[in-house]
């Protein structure tokens, strides 16, 4: 890592040694980031990414690390978090309230100043963990809507260390797709359009929303979902059940009985289990009904099932 010293001497953040990045992920699974930027501005992102980009080092960015599953073996290169970006601000003009946020900030953040203000258009996001940034990266949603439906532009840092700022009409979403999604480029802003509403309205459509959500663990360590829905349409949870996976268990890691599509983790499993009991479901189901069941949570670091 003769790159570490050269990227000392151009930013101002400070740069750390191997942290574990288990403590920085919903799972509280996965071996340490070789350096770890703790950015303080964002000049410093700009500049570490024009790096990454110029010395071939490799540039992850993590969110509330609510989707990730991250290797034993840790991250190789430069891990960047977004949490420090948490600015929130907004603008009222009529009926129409445009949220301008900073990736970092937390989804719950957003919903829950949405329900003390009255303001629609996000109640499905209600349960959703993790940051804004990550949520728009996997297009996060339920019941078929999206966050790309309230959406109007996005702000990155390129790979290479320029802002750009995306329209919606650029960027191109999918069920938990978003064409942003890349590796070396850092989501750091966005601007959501809500409207203002009846607030018991606002309440109702949230608290059924959370009535959805009761029928998950959440008492456990989990990464939310764990495989997307065939076609987006049918559920994983329930091709899992029907192949038997409720209660299977390797080493510290076990399918939910509450809801197939979870893995709930003990302090400790490991992320080889996870891939383990990640296999071992995908397996049973294409027997069971032939549907090659695809991730939802992100993989990071690798190589995996070795
Ligand atoms: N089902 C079973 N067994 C199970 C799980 C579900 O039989 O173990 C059945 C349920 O009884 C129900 C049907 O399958 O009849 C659908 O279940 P559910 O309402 O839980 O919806 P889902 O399709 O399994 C999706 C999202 C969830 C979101 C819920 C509720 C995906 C992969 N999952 O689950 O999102 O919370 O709808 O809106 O899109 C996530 O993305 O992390 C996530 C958890």
């Not at 700022?165 to 750091?188: A, G, H, P, Q, V």
Request: glycine share 10%; net charge positive; proline share 3%.
């Amino acid at each position: 890592m003769q790159w570490l010293s050269r990227l000392e001497r151009i930013i101002d953040s400070h740069l750390l040694r191997d942290v574990p990045l288990a403590g920085k992920t919903s799972l509280g699974i996965g071996g340490p980031a070789r350096v770890f930027l703790s950015a303080r501005n964002m000049a410093d992102l700009k500049k570490v990414s024009e790096f990454a980009n110029a010395e071939d080092v490799p540039l992850w960015v993590i969110g509330g690390g609510t989707n990730l599953l991250v290797h034993d073996e840790g991250l190789d290169g430069i891990v960047v978090s977004s949490i420090v970006l948490h600015k929130l601000k907004w603008e009222i003009q009529k009926e129409e309230v445009r949220i301008i946020a900073e990736s970092g900030v937390h989804l719950s953040k957003i919903l829950q100043l949405s329900m003390q203000s009255a303001w629609s258009g996000l109640e499905f996001a209600s349960g959703i963990p993790g940051t804004i940034g990550g949520a728009l990266a996997g297009n996060a949603g339920a019941d078929g809507k999206g966050l790309c439906d309230v959406l109007e532009w996005v702000e990155t840092i390129e790979p290479g260390g320029n802002s750009r700022t995306w329209l919606k009409k650029e960027i191109s979403f999918s069920y938990r797709k978003c064409s942003l999604s890349l590796d070396r480029r850092i989501i750091t802003r966005c601007c959501l359009n809500l409207r203002t509403a009846n607030a018991e309205q606002v309440r109702s459509a949230i608290k059924s929303f959370q009535k959805k959500r009761s029928m998950q663990p959440r008492s456990t360590k989990t990464a939310g979902c764990v495989f997307k829905n065939p076609d987006g349409r049918i559920s994983a949870g329930r091709l899992l059940d029907l192949a038997g996976c409720k209660g299977l268990r390797l080493g510290g890691v076990k399918v939910s009985e509450i809801h197939a599509n979870f893995l709930e983790v003990e302090k400790d499993a490991s992320a080889r289990d996870v891939y383990a009991v990640i296999e071992e479901c995908r397996r049973r189901v294409y027997e069971s009904s032939g549907v090659w069941l695809e991730l939802e949570i992100r993989l990071l670091g690798g190589p995996w099932g070795k």
